[in-house]
């Protein structure tokens, strides 16, 4: 699955990701999310790439949705909190 923009994302992932924005103060439109294949591994998945102003962060994408976890301990560490909207 290629993935352009959050609403690309399944509609589990979009929903939990709709969640997390939410309980941080967020709307998913804050976020550009895309995603790449990983330049390391291109053979075995997609990096999920979550941008807000200046920072950036890439997630792999599972099955598990691991990636939703890492993202909210982004946003319970503030992370994404340091860029102004852009």
């Not at 509609?11 to 709307?27: I, N």
């Amino acid at each position: 699955m290629t993935i352009h923009t959050y609403a690309d994302l399944p509609l589990v992932d979009r929903a939990a990701f709709e969640l997390a924005c939410a309980r941080h103060g967020f709307a998913p439109i804050h976020f550009n999310v895309s995603g790449e294949a990983d330049p390391d591994d291109p053979e075995h998945g997609e990096l999920l790439i979550v941008r807000r102003g200046a920072w950036a962060q890439a997630y792999r994408i599972d099955a598990r949705g691991q990636w939703l976890r890492q993202f909210e301990t982004d946003l319970n560490g503030r992370f994404f909190s340091r860029a102004p909207y852009a």
